[in-house]
């Protein structure tokens, strides 16, 4: 038996990327940051973690997420690999490809930056919703405006 599940809570990095593969799928990527602990010598980490969602999940959050907002991300992590066109080197990059991703920001209620700045928070004046993703850790459905 084998199982690849991946849990995070933590903080966008920066503003979701929105991208459509040729095929017209829906694609967004965003970095997320989760702090630990490195022991006695190192004190306090940060790890940086790369996310994608697709299709209509990858709609919800290149509309509601924002640098610095709270999310909590379900998925697996996938490696893929390519040709650097100018090294020559093959590189690699492992994700977590999201099957959920709960936007952990009240509606309207502002979030607070890593840096200690605010924005809007997710949702701030905006109206919208979709199966699988939730909003302030309930289930929204696509037909309810949140």
């Given amino acids: 038996m084998s199982v690849n599940k991946a ?8 503003a979701p990327e929105m991208k ?7 694609m967004c990527q965003f970095s997320v940051a989760t702090d630990g602990w ?5 004190g306090r980490t940060t790890e940086w973690h ?4 697709w299709e209509r999940q990858a709609q919800l959050c290149e509309q509601y997420l924002n640098k610095g907002s709270l999310v909590a991300v379900e998925g697996r992590l996938a490696t893929r690999s390519w040709d650097d066109p100018k090294s020559g080197v093959k590189r690699y990059k492992t994700e977590v490809v999201a099957s ?26 905006r109206r919208g919703g979709a ?15 949140f």
């Fill in 7 to 14: 849990f995070l809570v933590g903080r966008l990095g920066a």
């Fill in 20 to 26: 459509t593969t040729q095929g017209g799928k829906a």
């Fill in 38 to 42: 490195g022991g006695e010598d190192k």
């Fill in 50 to 53: 790369s996310i994608v969602v």
């Fill in 100 to 125: 959920r991703v709960t936007f952990l920001g009240g509606r309207g209620e502002a979030t607070t930056h890593p840096s200690g700045g605010h924005d809007g928070g997710p949702g701030a004046g």
């Fill in 131 to 145: 199966v699988g993703v939730a909003h302030a850790g309930r289930e929204v459905r696509d037909d309810l405006p």
